[in-house]
């Protein structure tokens, strides 16, 4: 028997249609009710079924022999929401940020040990920097990476800084006590700075996006050749950086940096 239908995988489409069985007329349903609507066989439901519950995707119900939603959709659903929203309210203020300064600006968020650009708005000079979404980069050596460093839990942080530190220049910190020193500064002064850490020739300086509750969870940057963006530019490229990154925190609901 094929395992694919029509391009799609077959095992990936039949949970699918299982997770979309459910429904605000059926929120709970029991195998063979699954099966029905499905249109499978209930053993193979039920090893569907049995899989999306080890994963979180489907739970039980109180009554032991029903199924419902679980809580993993919601939190993927948030997580589409709150890049939806920080992806909408950041990309005006990008914009602008590149029209005034006339660098590639970048937005980034942590994802699995790297950061993940999510929204670039390229500079309006014929050589920028070569940033696309969906790109991942390593947190040590890249300004966003140091921001998203700086304000995540210490847990999480000691892990990465635990872990080997890929030298990308001769500039790259890989010396887990000095890149700590180096976050305590970033987190006192709002800004990181990345001097040509990741990229001989490529400079870029980051300020932290926050949410409601102050959390960062983003980071905004702004990046060019060392040669444009000099370390005699970087103050006040930090500073209007820092004030856009601000601006966008309070659209998302921040009342801090008024």
């Known amino acids: 028997m094929s395992e694919t239908s029509g391009g799609n995988v077959r095992a990936v489409e039949r949970a699918l249609q299982i997770l979309a069985c459910f429904d605000d007329e059926h929120p709970e349903r029991g195998i063979s009710d699954i099966a029905q609507a499905v249109k499978l066989h209930k053993a193979t439901t039920h090893r569907i079924v049995t899989t999306l519950v080890s994963f979180g995707y489907i739970e039980r119900a109180e009554d032991g022999q029903r199924y419902r939603l679980g809580l993993r959709l919601a939190d993927l659903g948030y997580k589409v929401i709150r890049h939806m929203d920080l992806r909408r309210e950041s990309q005006p203020f990008m914009a602008d940020l590149t029209r005034r300064l006339g660098e590639t600006s970048d937005l980034c968020v942590y994802d699995r040990g790297q950061v993940l650009y999510i929204e670039v708005v390229q500079g309006n000079h014929a050589l920028t920097i070569a940033a696309a979404v969906g790109r991942g980069l390593p947190v040590h050596a890249t300004a966003s990476g140091k921001i998203l460093l700086a304000h995540m839990p210490a847990p999480e942080r000691d892990a990465i800084l ?29 800004y990181a700075v990345d001097d040509e850490e990741l990229e001989a020739g490529i400079r870029a300086v980051s300020a932290p996006i926050r949410n409601r509750e102050g959390v960062v969870i983003a980071a905004m940057s702004i990046a060019g050749p060392a040669s444009r963006l000099t370390l005699g530019r970087v103050p006040d490229t930090a500073q209007d950086l820092a004030a856009t990154a601000n601006a966008v925190s309070r659209r998302l609901g921040w009342v801090g940096g008024t």
């Open 162 to 190: 635990s872990s080997t530190l890929t030298k990308h220049t001769p500039h790259t910190v890989t010396n887990p006590e000095a890149l700590r020193r180096q976050l305590e500064v970033i987190r006192t002064q709002g």
